[in-house]
């Protein structure tokens, strides 16, 4: 299995499955059984994420180049897909293929989708792609927004890329941030500009030694998962080397903390150019007092 994932609103207790198979599978948590499956794709999924506004609403990733959009209560289950040609939207839909014609051609990148999200009020889809791009949509429409963000990211890992939004509540209107895992690094871009605010650079070597069942071995070390941390307006990460790191905003205090060092070390390197000063001139006067002495010879 790729990924899984879970509605963070429904009712229902069903977990969406992303394997080496074509289709998404859904699995009801109260049984167990697997209660029907959703097909469209033609390879393996490596993204899934449940609208966070409509709990029957799924968007899946392939590794064909697609992103699918799913009702799970329709038979047919498919709502179309995303096409990166599209910057216009289809028009009259709700995002839902409700009054309007389902897209059924087009992809979303040129190559395999493993990183899929939605901002929290469920009006834009974010994903990324094995051709290095990341791309925003407007959930309503479906239609690619254009947002650029660069040659600064990596992504060539054959699993589910964690991707995180900024919640709404916290940043004005448009002003969401996007914290991708890039190679040791996690960045963070404006979401609907794609513009680089800041890299944050991982701890640690290049390489993480992992155990299993089988022995050791060594894996790049690089990040599997990303939160939101609430309140603190902060993110954890997991990664492959063991270890979940916490990146916190500075505050304040933070920043007085640094003046403080920064008084502080400046007030010893004045103290310590005047102690040089003091033995430099120490010595002068005991060169001076020699140079002035007359020497005899007997």
Known sequence: MYTHALSPIASHLLVACATQHPTVRLVDLRSGSSTHSLAGHHGALLSLAWSPTLEHILASGS??????????????????????????????????????????YGKAHTEAVNGLTWTDNGSFIISAGHDERIRVWDAATGANTLASFGPTIKNGHLSNLPLLVSPTLLSSAGKELLFYPNEKEL???????????????????????????????????RITGLVWRGQADGVYSAHTDGQI???????????????????????????????????????????RDLTRQKITFG
């Open 187 to 221: 960045l963070m871009f404006e979401l609907h500009e794609g513009r680089l605010l800041k890299r944050l650079k991982v701890p640690g070597p290049n390489m993480a030694a992992v155990r299993s069942r089988t022995g050791e071995r060594n894996v790049r070390s």
């Open 245 to 287: 790191r916490a990146w916190l905003p500075r505050t304040a205090d933070d920043e007085q903390l640094d003046r403080e060092e920064e008084d502080n070390m400046k007030r010893q390197l004045d103290d310590d150019d005047e102690s040089s000063k003091k033995k430099r001139k120490v010595l002068d006067d005991v060169f």
């Open 63 to 104: 590794i064909d180049g697609t992103v699918r959009l799913w009702d799970i209560r329709k038979s047919s289950g498919s709502l179309g897909v995303l096409n990166l040609d599209d910057s216009t939207g289809i028009v009259g839909t709700d995002g839902m293929g409700r009054s309007a014609r389902a897209r059924d």
